[in-house]
């Protein structure tokens, strides 16, 4: 699998490296950068222009370019030069709700190829003006929603980029900020090369950093992210397409949610995943996630290379059954290995202006956690070189849940629940749990306590199959204590 993505990842950057054209001012078609006037119908029309031309980087000098939705056409690449701003409209009737894609965009593209966005510049969604504005026209009966949890329906506020069915896009250099809802989504397309961008997209809820759906030939680097939601986030949409051929590296995340994420609409698959170079913090949730909840297959995933610091969980793989419509689903073949994570006893994402909620307490700490279901087990998963550092301290008068055959078993199967690490409360271990799973590979994990926890550091519970060769405990004043908790599993090797 290596080299079949290390090929993936030259075969897309020289792609795009092939393609020259020749550039067009937007101010020649009279644009202003006043950062006042709405430019939508002039941006429009050149982009039209150029793409009817043959193709060709319509540049953006310094200046605040305020515009509505707008598409971007074949062979057309917006160059942002440093100190140029592509301003979203805060009037809501300003934007297209595309009645194919089904979601509100600045920036749309559908079903175009060679197309791209690169420069020093800077994407402005002015997401937060935007979405309040949306919510006054929604009390005065200008908009029909149900403001549900007290927000717009996050199609209707818009995103910065929203691309579908495009083929060669290439999004280089600029920076992204402050979308109404997610920042930007790549739906299906083939050939995606995303490098060096910076991601701003805590400004209101539903503030993912990327979303990819359904893509193939997928190159995402040196870049960072910054989100009120998921940081990387990987869905499948649809039954019957697959997100995979993936090469992330070199990408530092901060979320209020999720770091690296697969889901949570599960409907295809992921297949082929390549994750180096990983850097997560302040990050509430759990620096990986991936879940298979709605039928999805997951297969061949290999993360090598994650510093994940003041995050709220570290690893939580997940099997359930929400809306899978009888579909198997399957996750199998994953290997994580050069781990070093810190989860800290306090709320990690303390300051973001959306803080994920404090939810499913009462509750200790979470470990780690690899659960599946009793007909559809986890397999072959594959920890190498892990070190996580917890707090310790779980505290039975606060919450309990011992090892016990009743108390293992009084953890529910939650399968059409959101998964989320927390979603089972208190769980009977502090440094990992494994739930319906088959093949679990232990090699050179160590796992460290600040604090005495009256739980045992690792859980195997309804697990064959498992190899524990280098498990390593430090945990204070606990020379005598069982650390490796074994029920209901069998053929465990040491």
């Not at 799973?437 to 195997?460: C, M, S, W």
Request: charged share 25%; proline share 4%.
């Amino acid at each position: 699998m290596k080299k079949i993505l290390f090929f993936l990842l030259f075969l897309v950057v020289s792609t795009f490296d092939a393609v020259k054209a020749a550039d067009y001012r937007v101010k020649s078609f009279g644009a202003r950068a006043d950062g006042i006037y709405v430019n939508t119908a002039i941006l429009q029309h050149a982009i039209d222009y150029v793409s009817q031309q043959g193709g060709g980087r319509l540049v953006f000098d310094s200046g605040i370019y305020v515009t509505g939705s707008l598409y971007l056409k074949s062979g057309v690449t917006l160059h942002l030069e440093k100190g140029a701003v592509l301003a979203g409209s805060i009037q809501p009737f300003d934007y297209v709700r595309d009645s194919l894609i089904g979601w509100t965009s600045l920036l749309f593209a559908y079903r175009q190829h060679d197309i791209g966005i690169s420069g020093e510049g800077m994407i402005d969604g002015r997401g937060f003006e935007i979405a309040n504005r949306v919510i006054d026209y929604i009390h005065s009966g200008l908009i029909s929603d149900q403001l549900k949890n007290d927000r717009p329906n996050e199609t209707m506020r818009p995103q910065n980029l929203y691309f579908r069915e495009c083929t060669q896009v290439h999004i280089q250099g600029i920076t992204l900020k402050d979308p109404g809802s997610w920042n930007e989504t790549y739906d299906q397309c083939k050939n995606l090369l995303v490098e060096n961008i910076r991601v701003d997209s805590k400004s209101y809820w539903n503030n993912d950093g990327i979303d990819v759906v359904d893509c193939d030939s997928v190159v995402i680097r040196n870049s960072y992210f910054d989100a009120a939601d998921d940081g990387i986030c990987f869905k499948s949409h649809d039954f019957t397409k697959i997100c995979q051929n993936v090469v992330v590296d070199n990408c530092t995340i901060r979320s209020s949610a999720n770091g690296l994420k697969f889901g949570t609409v599960s409907r295809g698959g992921f297949k082929n995943f390549k994750v180096t170079n990983l850097h997560v913090f302040d990050t509430y949730r759990s620096a990986i996630t991936f879940a298979a909840v709605d039928g999805a297959e997951i297969e061949n995933i290999e993360v090598d290379g994650l510093k994940a610091i003041h995050t709220g969980n570290v690893i939580y793989l997940r099997i359930g059954d929400r809306w899978s419509g009888g579909k198997k689903p399957i996750m199998k073949n994953i290997r994580i290995s050069n781990v070093y994570a810190e989860v800290p006893a306090s709320k990690p994402d303390s300051g973001y202006n959306y803080e994920g909620p404090v939810e499913d307490l009462p509750r200790n700490i979470s470990p780690a956690s690899i659960v599946g279901m009793p007909q559809y087990l986890i397999q072959d998963v594959y920890l190498t070189n892990i070190e996580m550092v917890y707090p310790g301290g779980g505290n039975p008068y606060y919450a309990k849940r011992g090892t016990t055959d009743a108390e293992l078993d009084s953890v529910p199967l939650m399968a059409d629940k959101y998964p989320e690490f927390s979603q089972f409360k208190e769980l009977p271990a502090w440094g990992v749990y494994v739930r319906y799973a088959q093949g679990i590979h232990f090699e050179n994990v160590r796992l460290t306590a600040k604090q005495r926890d009256y739980r045992p550091a690792v859980v195997l519970d309804y697990v064959t199959n498992a190899m524990v060769k280098g498990l390593s405990f430090n945990e204070p004043d606990s020379k005598k204590k069982k650390q490796l908790f074994i029920h209901q599993s069998k053929y465990i090797k040491k």
